[in-house]
């Protein structure tokens, strides 16, 4: 089977090295021209004329990030089987369609306006300011990732208004009102060609700046109410979306257990690369295993793992392996202020003896913070 890919950074490489046993092959269609994955071919399309010879190569096609365009996708679909379909990929990469979605099968997510002007922002940042007496969050609806392209603020002001305005503005914007949440936490579902479904545990995800640093999973002391609330919402996503793929949705946590919706993305996630050496079957394995019409693997966690993302700045490979149960995955790019350089894995008998290895590797990694989970009273840290 010959899968096409479109993009080639770290997730595309990370799939190919998961379908290489499967017997699997990989042509990457990178538009940028700063491919990552050194693995399988990549053709480097900054004018948009390799789309044939691509198309040639492949039996199938998926993407590794949500900010293609449309229809370039919908193009593909006449020529190729394209997994996730053009439908979920428009929809991932507007907040406002997802948004809708989200309220269309009842999932609950924080109160939000659409927006498309200076006056209309500040209409919307008084009303939820005044309804909620809590802050804002305002972002582009379309291509924010990693925590760019938004802004938060506290007071509905002029000033403050016009300023965000003119740092992200002059386009559709979403403002949020902001989630006291006790944690931020992920889904990964995976959904095959006939329509079935396999759940990870959730995962409990560290942000700073925008940026995921840590994941944890399996949850210690999980509330089987809180898997079962977050899978009903995934499922309810996978089904209306008649999804094949990977599906991430990441929520908050409230302190009365319930979960809201923050935003979903069509492919394998961060937050889920723990699987690769905590779980049954990898995320990536599974998502091309969807993609390509066999049997979904299991998706049980193996061991408390915890993903620590490598940013900027890599750590001594020497000392990093040196601790047992340490599994490192470097994704072959140069040092550079915020860039996702690789993660590590961390497995161990229990969370106890995980907590310990995090905060002992965190100190190997230059520029980590300092771990924190919900979970983890500050001693254990
Ligand atoms: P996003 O790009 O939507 O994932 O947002 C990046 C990060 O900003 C999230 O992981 C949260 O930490 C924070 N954030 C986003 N939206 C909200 C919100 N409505 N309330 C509180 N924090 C938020």
């Given at each position: 089977m010959r899968v096409g890919i479109l993009g080639a950074g770290q997730l595309g490489q990370m799939l190919a090295l998961a379908g290489y046993p499967l017997g699997q092959r990989f042509v990457f269609l990178d538009t940028t021209g700063n491919p990552s994955a050194d693995i399988?071919?990549?053709l480097i399309d900054k004018d948009n004329t390799c789309l044939a010879e691509f198309l040639s190569q492949v039996d199938v096609v998926s993407y590794e990030f949500e900010h293609l365009p449309v229809a370039l996708v919908r193009e593909i679909e006449q020529h190729k089987p394209v997994y996730p379909s053009s439908r979920a990929l428009q929809v991932c990469q507007n907040r406002g369609l997802e948004k809708a979605l989200f309220t269309q099968l009842a999932i609950p997510t924080?109160?939000?306006?659409?927006?498309?002007s200076?006056?209309?922002?500040?209409?919307?940042?008084?009303d939820l300011i005044n309804k909620h007496n809590k802050p804002v969050v305002i972002k582009t609806v379309t291509e924010g990732y990693d925590g760019k392209g938004q802004a938060v603020l506290k007071t509905a002001s002029s000033e403050g208004v016009t300023a965000v305005w003119q740092r992200i503005g002059g386009r559709e914007l979403i403002v949020e009102a902001f989630i006291d949440f006790v944690r931020e936490v992920s889904i990964i579902a995976v959904r095959g060609q006939?329509?079935?479904?396999?759940f990870y545990p959730i995962a409990e995800n560290h942000h700073v700046d925008g940026i995921l640093r840590y994941s944890f999973a399996p949850l210690?002391?999980?509330?089987t109410d809180l898997q079962a609330q977050a899978e009903g919402y995934i499922n309810a996503l996978l089904n209306e979306?008649?999804?094949?793929?990977?599906?991430?949705?990441?929520?908050?946590?409230?302190?009365?257990?319930?979960?809201?919706?923050?935003?979903?993305?069509?492919?394998?996630?961060?937050?889920?690369?723990?699987?690769?050496?905590?779980?049954?079957?990898s995320q990536f394995e599974n998502h091309l295993r969807a993609v390509t019409g066999l049997p979904l693997g299991a998706t049980t966690a193996l061991s408390p793992t915890c993903m620590v993302n490598i940013i900027?700045?890599?750590?001594?490979?020497?000392?990093?392996?040196?601790?047992?149960?340490?599994?490192?995955?470097?994704?072959?790019?140069?040092?550079?202020?915020?860039?996702?350089?690789?993660?590590?894995?961390?497995v161990a008998a229990s969370s106890e003896a995980l907590l310990a290895k995090i905060n002992k590797v965190a100190k190997l990694l230059p520029d980590s913070p300092a771990p924190c989970f919900s979970f983890a009273p500050e001693s254990q840290l």
């Open positions: 399988g071919q990549t924080p109160e939000y306006h659409l927006v498309d200076l006056e209309t922002l500040q209409q919307a940042v008084t006939v329509g079935e479904v396999r210690p002391n999980l509330n979306l008649d999804y094949v793929g990977v599906l991430t949705l990441e929520l908050f946590q409230q302190a009365n257990g319930q979960l809201m919706a923050n935003e979903m993305a069509p492919r394998v996630h961060n937050s889920g690369h723990w699987t690769q050496n905590g779980a049954a079957t900027a700045k890599n750590g001594d490979a020497q000392q990093l392996l040196q601790e047992e149960g340490l599994h490192l995955h470097l994704y072959g790019k140069e040092e550079r202020a915020s860039r996702k350089l690789g993660h590590v894995n961390l």
